[in-house]
Nanobody
């Protein structure tokens, strides 16, 4: 499975972006998916997860109420709608496939290439 994140860019504080994560190689419709981010000089951190059906979601406290994760299994794509962006959201955003079993997943794999999100004040 290859994952490719896209949709990043430069946005002003308070603005919105929608990230996409498209899979190629095989379907991941039976797997949970997650979004992570890594800011310069910081460790990668969890952002959001979604189960295989889209019926359950889980968010980091820092983005709860502002970000929404969703998926379209027919399109093999996971999305991250980001609203009310602020400077602390500036990072490279990555998607990954989560392990089955417990939700939110404890292990992620098949990390895709990230997409840069920059929020200017």
């Amino acid at each position: 499975v290859q994952l490719q994140a896209s949709g990043g860019g430069l946005v002003q504080t308070g603005g919105s972006l929608r990230l996409s994560c498209a899979a190629s190689g095989r379907t991941y419709s039976n797997s949970p998916m997650g979004w992570f981010r890594q800011a310069p000089g910081k460790e990668r951190e969890f952002v959001a997860a979604i189960d295989w059906s889209g019926g359950r979601t889980f968010y980091a406290d820092s983005v709860k109420g502002r970000f929404t994760i969703s998926r379209d299994n027919a399109e093999n794509t996971v999305y991250l709608q980001m609203n009310s962006l602020n400077a602390e959201d500036t990072a490279v955003y990555y998607c990954a496939v989560g392990s089955n079993g417990a939700f939110p997943p404890r292990v992620y794999s098949h990390w895709g290439q990230g997409t840069q999100v920059t929020v200017s004040s």
